[in-house]
């Protein structure tokens, strides 16, 4: 049967119970699937009569039957083959998912459709969260969504703009709270311990990692069951990089791939405790006290999904990175201009950390790379106008217009 399982003593707990921590060891949990089970739901099924989606794959998320699902129609988001940036790093194969595409711009939304419906049929009325940005943007529309009550705790100053207006215009309640991400989950985490009737969705929730274990389903079937080599994902609070694998794993439990790629997770250099424990082969992180990145999306010093995500690196022979505020803008412009991929600066830190790999010689060319960009770049508008060429100011006038665009000698000429 179908459970949430204590990811260190493996006690197990219904998937109608509100736990967050394991009540014996205090460790996080997971869903898990009984095997026999599943192969039994999914089998004689054609994946390909729904469209390419989060709820394609129901019958591999927790939910009821009968439940009728919150949806804006997550997933399905493109994987694009990236032929010219594979050339310009050095690299025959590179493609690009990118979660930009979701309904409020980021891959959270995968995790939100999940946990919002657990939410839902679980009876809760009230849905929180601590966000760098893009949890609360998403939280506040599903929960507007399904009618329900919503607060999302920010850290003052650092979150772009995009995202607070999201969460603004959805309605939920919104607390800047005098600290930083790490802070303002500590928070939730008391409050949800607290006041029982508020439902917690970050994603030490493991709903929201079902959700978001579509998108690992969704590379294989997109690459026609043949999966990359390798997956390079931004991390932070480390839930993506542990839902992908989760995802990967279960499809090749499953029989329907034949090989697991190696997980790759990247972070920004001033807030990057996952890259140290892997590079140090340390079983512990140890916390940054001020994470800082422009990257604010990713700037987050305990990340709580820390084991599953140092697991996933380690039992995909994957490897860690970090990358430098300069190398993310670089590759967030470079993407932008030679792809036509606008993304925000803490996705473009997957492409940073390929850039860096192919140059160590720890990626080779041959390698079918999927990098994962993670968040439009629309949410935060005002990094991309601080790096980019400034807009010309010209008078109203033709001859104005044709001298900022050089064309003005040319014009004359052919005039005489
Ligand atoms: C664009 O919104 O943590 O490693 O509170 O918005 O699963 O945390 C955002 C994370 C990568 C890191 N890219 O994913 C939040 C939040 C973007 C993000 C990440 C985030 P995780």
């Not at 990094?383 to 900022?404: L, Q």
Request: with cysteine; charged share 25%.
């Amino acid at each position: 049967m179908v459970h949430q399982e204590c990811i260190k003593c493996k006690t197990s707990y219904g998937i109608d119970e509100i736990v967050y921590f394991c009540k014996k060891c205090g460790d996080i949990l997971e869903v898990k699937f009984d095997q026999k089970e599943l192969l039994e739901k999914i089998s004689g099924k054609d994946w390909k009569t729904s469209p390419l989606s989060v709820w394609r794959y129901r019958e591999l998320m927790p939910i009821h039957e009968t439940t009728k699902v919150v949806t804006l129609n997550e997933g399905g988001t493109g994987l694009h083959r990236a032929q010219r940036l594979g050339s310009e790093l050095g690299l025959s194969n590179l493609y690009i998912k990118n979660e930009g595409e979701n309904p409020t711009g980021s891959f959270k939304d995968r995790g939100m459709t999940v946990g919002v419906t657990k939410a839902v049929e679980l009876g809760a009325r009230h849905v929180i969260c601590a966000s760098t940005g893009n949890t609360s943007a998403s939280l506040a529309a599903y929960a507007a969504r399904a009618g329900i009550k919503c607060t999302v705790l920010i850290p003052s100053g650092k979150i772009a703009y995009g995202k607070l207006s999201q969460a603004m215009i959805h309605g939920a309640k919104v607390l800047q709270v005098k600290g930083n991400f790490d802070e303002a989950l500590e928070f939730v985490l008391k409050l949800a311990e607290k006041h029982k009737t508020i439902y917690l969705l970050n994603s030490i929730n493991p709903f929201r990692i079902e959700g978001q274990k579509s998108l690992g389903y969704e590379i294989c079937e997109q690459l026609n069951n043949e999966p990359p080599d390798r997956i390079i994902v931004p991390v932070g609070n480390a839930g993506n990089i542990s839902a992908i694998w989760k995802g990967l794993k279960e499809f090749y439990q499953l029989g329907l791939i034949k090989k697991l790629p190696k997980m790759t997770g990247i972070q920004a250099v001033g807030s990057a405790p996952i890259v140290q424990a892997i590079k140090t082969d340390c079983d512990k992180i140890i916390p940054v006290e001020n994470p800082e990145t422009v990257a604010t999306a990713i700037r987050i010093g305990a990340p709580v999904s820390w084991k599953k995500a140092v697991n996933a690196i380690r039992e995909s022979h994957g490897t860690a990175e970090t990358v430098t505020d300069e190398e993310i803008l670089n590759s967030q412009k470079l993407l932008a201009q030679i792809e036509g991929i606008f993304v925000e600066p803490a996705s473009a830190a997957s492409i940073a950390g390929l850039n860096k790999l192919i140059k160590r010689g720890i990626i080779l060319e041959d390698e079918r790379v999927v990098c994962v960009t993670t968040g439009h770049g629309l949410k935060d508008p005002d990094t991309a106008v601080k790096m980019s060429e400034k807009p010309i100011e010209v008078d109203a006038e033709m001859t104005a217009i044709e001298e900022a665009l050089g064309l003005r000698n040319k014009v004359s000429i052919l005039a005489q």
